[in-house]
């Protein structure tokens, strides 16, 4: 079965709340991390309708820092499959209700996650088609950093 982005995208929003701040009053990484880390997967899950395993997450970069108040909205985006393997570009964005919706993205990395049986060994997911021209580029891309990975191993 061949399938498109559009139907795996994954966007959910959570206000940012003390309790996921660290000592200087951002949000903690781990925090971060962790919702970024669901929020693939359950772009893996709707695209491969399989069980899945974070194999590995590559170019994290928390480029702004998200302070506590703030709207934080989690996107996740399937760029390319491969056999077993999808990766899922997570984009995480800031958003302050309170100066007209201004948002800004704040930190980025892709995903790559594996699916798996239920003896946890890796199994085939469906292709994606990529269709506009931004699809296509990040399917590009993809492929890209999947060579330049296979040529340092
Ligand atoms: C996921 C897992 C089953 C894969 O098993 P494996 O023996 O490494 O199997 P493979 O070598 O065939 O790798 C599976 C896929 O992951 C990809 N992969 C493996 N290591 C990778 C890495 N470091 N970076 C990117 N891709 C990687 C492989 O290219 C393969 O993809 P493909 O089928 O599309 O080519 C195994 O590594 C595992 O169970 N890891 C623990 C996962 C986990 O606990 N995650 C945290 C909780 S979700």
Known sequence: ?????DK???????IARPKDANSIGTIFGGRIMDWMDMTA????????????STVAVENLHFAKPLKVGLVIKICAVINRT?????????????EDTYNNNKSFKAVTAQFII????????????????????????????????RNKRNAKA
């Open 8 to 14: 795996s995208y994954t966007e959910w929003s959570v």
């Open 41 to 52: 997967s359950i772009c893996a899950r709707r695209h491969s309708n399989l069980k899945v």
């Open 82 to 94: 491969f056999g077993s393997s999808m990766e899922v570009n997570v984009d995480v964005f800031g």
């Open 1 to 5: 079965m061949i399938k498109t982005p």
């Open 114 to 145: 594996a699916a798996v049986d239920d003896s946890y060994r890796p199994v085939k997911v469906p292709e994606l088609k990529p269709e506009s021209a931004e699809q296509i580029k990040r399917w590009e891309e993809a492929g890209e950093r």
